[in-house]
């Protein structure tokens, strides 16, 4: 809890500029989801199952969220990038340079926001605020699958 606090209190009196977009507090979602990463299932049916099932549960606590704070999609709110980094990083070929990869691939496209994954951010309550993350994540891994088919044949 208060995880997307962490990066305003380090940022404060340094005279970095946060912004509601530019909060930090994503990259700190992101690197959670990292750290969870590891135990998920290592099958590709299993690992979609449990981050499908996953990605309702979030949609469900993103919703409470979203309430409570009384504002959509607010930056305190990180369960969404933990969710999208899941998708990015799904499926990899083994090493940690893939999953540097997913993430920083994963921060860029949720940051631009592109089509068609942007407009999912227009679906209400937490349903909006987890799927444009989950968007942003598939399309970092199709990117990635790509270029692995490419390097690793």
């Not at 135990?39 to 469900?60: M, N």
């Not at 994963?106 to 592109?114: G, N, P, Q, S």
Request: charge should be neutral; include cysteine; aromatic fraction near 10%.
């Amino acid at each position: 809890m208060y995880l997307s606090y962490i990066p305003a209190k380090l940022s404060s009196g340094l005279g970095v500029a946060t912004t509601r977009r530019w909060t930090g507090a994503g990259a700190v979602g992101t690197l959670v989801g990292w750290a969870l990463w590891y135990g998920l299932p290592k099958d590709p049916g299993e690992y979609w199952a449990a981050v499908s099932v996953l990605t309702v549960i979030a949609c469900w606590v993103c919703d409470g969220a979203e309430r409570a704070l009384g504002v959509h999609d607010d930056t305190r709110i990180v369960l969404d990038e933990t969710v999208g980094f899941w998708a990015a990083a799904a499926c990899l070929p083994p090493g940690t340079a893939w999953l540097a990869a997913a993430f920083v691939l994963f921060r860029i496209l949720d940051a631009v926001k592109l089509p068609p994954y942007r407009w999912l951010e227009r679906l209400p309550g937490g349903c909006g605020v987890v799927m444009d993350d989950v968007g942003a994540g598939v399309a970092a891994n199709l990117i990635l699958q790509l270029t692995a088919r490419v390097i690793v044949g």
